[in-house]
């Protein structure tokens, strides 16, 4: 005796639950608000980047209804200048079509022909084109994005009495964020932590992170002290910024894992916190001018201890310097505040914290600038 199927969906209910899964495939689950505030963010982003080539003393020199008008034009020219010649002539093409959307050819007969159709069909293959452009971009980055993650501990060292919590966000699908933290070769059990910040963004900076890290590794290996270290990365640095153009603020630790016994330097970094189990809140301001800048510029180091109880927060530019929708930064004000709500409390969770913090203050604004913190606490 056969089992009876179970009675099929009315078509109606499988149409909607399709439309549904489309939804859901096209939006990736996020809410309506969320796709609104993302819409903003981006746009604001393609604004500023074609309107930083406009000429807008030309723009306000125009009188009355020219400057809309102009204004316009400048942008709209701009946005051209971005395809190539070939796609620029594509696009000039499907806009004339789509402004006189119908034409006629006079012969034996008159032929007339929808030009309107033609300009969306060109548009559409425009579309294709930038799009195809995209996706390969999108999938070298990708790439570039994963060997950049191998770079990166993903783990933090385990040290008996200390507490190493880090992390970093780019704004980019890559960034030029450096952070680490391992144990100097050769150095009886001495530890560096280090995090750096080079010029820029995207890939040119994710680069010269990943040189950066590799000289500082070879660097570390040898004999000598981390101010020697420094001079060595300036030394690579210099040779490798484009005159100064790339250059890298970095802050470097090394420290002796049993006494707490330490030495810094500050190649133009922001100045680190060093939040006392007392309460009292240090800063470990800049030694030197970034790596990159002046050849044979020395990097004298600082001697500091870490007591039981006390926590070294390390961070890049990236985190007092996020803006919210209104323009305003998060600031150095507010990264204090945390550390003084958060006194005495473990290093992954402080870490968390400022994290959090910061994406409640910039709320659905556009990160510009890679975000990294690391956070370093004797027990």
Known sequence: MSTPSAPRPPRGHRFG??????????????????????????ARSSYGLYSREVDWDKVRAEK???????????????????LSPARRVLLLLAIACLLWPRAEISGHAIISINTGDIGITLLFVLLAL????????KRDLEIARDI???????????????????????ANTVGGDYYDA????????RMIVAVADVAGKSVPAAL??????ASLEALAALPGTIADVARGLNRYSCAH???GMRFTTAFLAEFDPSSGAADFVNAGHNAPFLLRASGAIERLEATAVPFGILPGSEYPSQDFAIAAGDTLVVFSDGVVEAVNDRGEEYGEARLRDVFLRLRGSDARNLLEAVFFDVDRYVAQARQ????????????
């Open 148 to 170: 950049q993650h191998r770079l990166l501990p993903d783990v933090p060292p385990a040290v008996p009495g200390w507490q190493i919590a880090f992390r970093t966000r780019p």
């Open 64 to 82: 009355g209804w020219k400057r809309p008008f102009r204004a316009a034009w400048a942008l709209f020219i701009v946005f051209l200048m971005k």
């Open 130 to 137: 930038e799009l195809a452009d995209r996706v390969t971009m």
């Open 368 to 379: 510009h600038d890679d975000i990294t913190c690391l956070v370093l606490r004797r027990e």
């Open 208 to 213: 010269l992170m990943a040189t950066f890290q």
């Open 182 to 189: 391992f144990a100097r070769p050769g150095a009886n059990g």
């Open 17 to 42: 639950q399709a439309l549904r899964d489309f939804w859901q495939q096209v939006t990736e689950g996020a809410r309506l608000s969320q796709l609104y505030h993302q819409f903003v963010a981006e």
């Open 241 to 243: 910024s484009l005159n």
